[in-house]
């Protein structure tokens, strides 16, 4: 698959997001809990997600990634217990579509970051994951669509 990249300006999106640790190896499991309950809070407070769930990386040390996992909403609105309110900022990121298994997520990461470097940019701040095909609904893994956003100076 041939990747495409491209900078843009994008603006401030309100979320609601859990922030955990984990290792790799489990990351999967949790994701899928907490975007559950992340889901469910938006639900409860008579609101809807205006997009797809998104996973922003905070720090991965070894093994160990620090990451967010959450879901936009329209307008700024309080958490409940540990579902934060937040937003994803505004600002210039490096992108790309990945398409295929979330195996191969790695690869198309490892793409825009050397992309980026190509092009002078500088990473400023934690990158995120955005995921637009629901594996639920669509079965068949290389149509899954994941678009990564990485904000840059």
């Not at 609601?16 to 984990?22: C, Q, Y």
């Not at 991965?60 to 307008?75: H, I, K, R």
């Not at 579509?97 to 050397?114: D, I, K, R, V």
Request: hydrophobic content about 35%; proline content about 8%.
């Amino acid at each position: 698959m041939k990747l495409s990249f491209e900078t843009k300006e994008i603006g401030a999106q309100p979320m609601l997001a859990i922030r955990a640790t984990s290792t790799m190896d489990k990351l999967e499991e949790l994701m899928g809990s907490l975007f559950g309950e992340v889901y469910g809070c938006i639900q409860e407070s008579g609101a809807q997600p205006v997009g797809m769930p998104f996973s922003r990386y905070h720090s991965m040390d070894g093994a160990t990634v620090d990451l967010e996992c959450g879901m936009p909403v329209a307008s700024p609105m309080d958490g409940k217990g540990r579902v934060e309110a937040g937003e994803l900022p505004a600002g210039t990121v490096a992108t790309v579509t990945h398409l295929g298994p979330y195996n191969n997520l790695p690869q198309s990461w490892s793409a825009l970051t050397e992309w980026m470097g190509s092009q002078g940019l500088e990473p400023a701040g934690a990158p995120w994951e955005v995921y637009v095909t629901d594996p639920g609904a669509e079965p068949d893994q290389s149509k899954w669509r994941t678009d990564i956003f990485f904000p840059v100076r």
